[in-house]
């Protein structure tokens, strides 16, 4: 087994820094797929998360235009594209499965980035409003981009984490500003921060020695049979007893009141339904003990801090330190080089507050930056602060990307496992392929609300496997994606 992960090390060093340029879902995939059928694909809606891409009827064609903006979209999270076309054809021999694939693979020209991603959820849009065809002429044909929306609020307080809800394009509805999730999540954190005053009771025991008023005699003998005198004769010993006093000692301190204190999941609820982080710690702390727990604080990840403080402030004992790590990927210069980019706090304490406020310096020193963060060098830096750690858990925002992926052979060195809760995904989602491949070269864990998938090390050339709505396969310790089983979301279809 040894010998085993030596060559897969070997071969990682080699495969990291080709990891971004390989191609996880292809065209002929795509092409594939089980297509949609609608009326007619409404482009009346204009927001600033969605761009459509205009095609000729039948033909597939990119502009220079469309190549700059495809450029300028590579760090960017991308949460669905469509293809949209006519199920009406002019001739009976046309293929569409074949024009499909041909756009499909001059999007790839042009946008490659697209096709290493296996969270991008891809759709073919069949319209069959009519079977004429100068008015199917008058129909969009194209791609339509969906980009996710980043540190989204509405008026009311709500998370938008998707493009499809209409409500991102409301005018009272905006990014927020550090320094307000910051102040929510202290809000949210106050409404379960009911505490009461209980009272510990103990006993000391004290012992003293009291002067019975009589004399032992000097012969054991005479002592043995318990003779002894009133008093004081040569070398007689004065005869002592013991008496124990017993004092009760009354303390009292400070816990929280479960009853009165708002449960954290109504907490949650109130912010997002995505109650992952909460649900996973509640679930399986108790067997990460020694780890040190490494957290996204960039933009759009509030949510997720506030589940694994509110969860801290109720497990966290006095004289247990829990040892945390907080990453917003640079600073003030964010997006820096790889292993040196910065913006890691750690705080080791049996203090739930001191854990907050260092939390809360990392994410008011973040600036922002593009979408791919820095996980491996956090996880590097928390090891390092904390080197007789178990392994680590990392809090990872599922849409973005590792951009220092390369760096995970000397991450493999430590021999530290790496459980990664996934956040942002609904239940039995897709999961970043980025973090597959941390949890499986790690020797770790992926954990969702539903699963936790801890075989992945396991996995040789060949083996088919199934996480979320995903099916993979690895082939030459490369992880191909070769299904996906999903359901249309409601939205406006």
């Not at 319209?127 to 100068?134: A, C, L, P, V």
């Not at 739930?352 to 260092?358: G, P, R, S, V």
Request: with cysteine; proline share 3%; net charge positive.
């Amino acid at each position: 087994m040894k010998t085993y992960w030596t060559i897969l090390l070997l071969m990682l060093c080699q495969w990291s820094f080709s990891q971004f340029d390989s191609v996880i879902i292809s065209p002929d995939l795509l092409s594939q797929s089980k297509e949609t059928k609608i009326a007619r694909y409404d482009i009346s809606r204009q927001s600033q998360y969605i761009i459509y891409l205009p095609m000729n009827y039948s033909k597939f064609l990119f502009t220079e235009a469309d190549k700059q903006l495809f450029y300028s979209l590579r760090d960017t999270m991308i949460e669905r594209i469509d293809l949209v076309y006519t199920v009406f054809k002019r001739s009976a021999s046309f293929d569409q499965v074949q024009l499909n694939k041909e756009r499909y693979e001059m999007l790839q020209q042009y946008f490659p980035a697209a096709f290493n991603n296996n969270i991008i959820d891809w759709n073919l849009m069949a319209q069959d409003g009519t079977m004429e065809y100068e008015k199917a002429q008058e129909y969009f044909h194209g791609f339509v981009i969906y980009l996710r929306p980043k540190r989204v609020s509405t008026k009311t307080g709500q998370i938008i984490s998707t493009a499809l809800d209409r409500r991102v394009d409301a005018p009272d509805t905006r990014p927020l500003e550090t320094n307000e999730e910051v102040a929510k999540i202290k809000t949210l954190l106050e409404k379960s921060a009911a505490t009461k005053i209980v009272y510990d009771t103990s006993y000391t025991t004290s012992r003293k020695k009291i002067w019975t008023g009589m004399y032992l005699a000097k012969s054991f003998d005479k002592r043995k049979k318990g003779i002894k005198f009133k008093t004081k004769g040569a070398d007689r010993d004065k005869e002592y007893r013991i008496r124990e006093t017993k004092k009760m000692l009354i303390k009292e301190r400070e816990v929280p009141d479960l009853e009165a204190a708002a449960v954290p999941e109504k907490v949650i609820q109130n912010m997002t339904e995505d109650s992952v982080v909460y649900t996973v710690l509640k679930k399986t702390m108790d067997r990460w003990e020694d780890y040190v727990i490494v957290q996204d604080v960039t933009g759009s990840m509030h949510p997720y801090l506030t589940q694994t403080l509110l969860y801290l402030r109720g497990h966290i004992q006095q004289n247990e330190t829990e040892k945390f790590v907080f990453f917003n990927d640079g600073d003030s210069k964010p997006d820096g080089p790889l292993g040196y980019s910065g913006g890691c706090y750690y705080m080791s304490s049996d203090k739930a507050t001191d854990i907050e406020e260092m939390a809360f310096e990392a994410m008011r020193k973040g600036r922002g930056g593009k979408d791919p963060e820095n996980d491996i060098e956090a996880i590097l830096y928390g090891i390092k602060k904390f080197p007789n750690c178990k392994g680590v858990v990392l809090i990872a925002d599922n849409f973005s990307r590792v951009r220092d992926f390369r760096l995970i052979p000397r991450l493999m060195k430590l021999g530290k496992p790496v459980r990664v809760i996934t956040c942002g995904i609904a239940e039995g989602d897709v999961i970043n392929l980025d973090y597959i491949y941390l949890a499986r070269y790690t020797r770790g864990s992926i954990h969702t609300i539903n699963e936790d998938i801890s075989d992945l090390a396991s996995k040789k050339n060949g083996d088919a496997f199934k996480i979320g709505s995903q099916y993979f396969k690895i082939e030459n310790n490369a992880i191909r994606l070769i299904k996906t089983t999903k359901t249309m979301e409601k939205d406006r279809w």
